[in-house]
């Protein structure tokens, strides 16, 4: 959704608050949608980061990731079929570049500190027991991502997840879409600094507080249970 926005609305009036604005109600809607069954683990930056503070084993870190790159790249070639040839080759399908007039450290230090954003926000709303965000954790982190787009849009066309930028590069570039490789090593370890380091400072002191390991957004069950006062 966010990839096809940005590939279908780049440079129209307004773009950047629509794509945003998609990209963060997307993330929204998907960790409503997978919480229960995953975790909601769609970003392997966050992924990586459950794992160093202890969240998340190494080995259910690695099926993630590989199912997260996997998907990344079905997803981008729909993304693929569903556009026209002029959105496929300028916009890349949404692929992440450093844009003109700004450098590799300024694409570094954005793409860290707003996948810290992002990562922070996870630990706090979604991890931490302590957390008065309940159900309503995926929000938070929707309006985060939507935060993060803002700010990078203009500079990296916003990426804070690895593996989001990994297959809309692997499709695009197949089909003849130019230099996507280039500063491509950015979009993994700026994300992954930024995550690790949140893990590390903070991460790792809400697993201990929790006592024992809890998955990434886990959604509380409605209370379903009837008044025996009252009846039909």
Known sequence: VGCGSAATQAGDPGWILGVSLQ??????????????????????????????????SVAQGLVNLCFQLVGSIIGAAFLLAATGEADRTAGGLGSNTISSGYSINNAFVTEMLMTALLVYVVFETAVNKKSVAS???????????????????????????????????????????????????????APLTGAGLVALIRGLIITKDNGSDNPAIELKEADTSINDDVKV
Do not use: D, E
């Open 23 to 56: 990209f963060g109600l997307a993330i929204t809607a998907l960790a409503y949608a997978t919480a229960h069954i995953s975790g909601g683990q769609i970003n392997c930056a966050v992924t990586f980061a459950l794992v160093i503070a202890k969240q998340k």
């Open 135 to 189: 159900n309503n954790a995926p929000i938070a982190i929707g309006f985060t991502v939507f935060l993060a787009h803002m700010v990078n849009i203009p500079i990296t066309g916003c990426s804070i997840n690895p593996t989001r930028s990994f297959g809309p590069a692997v499709v695009a570039s197949l089909n003849g879409t130019p230099n996507l490789w280039k500063h491509h090593w950015v979009f993994w370890v």
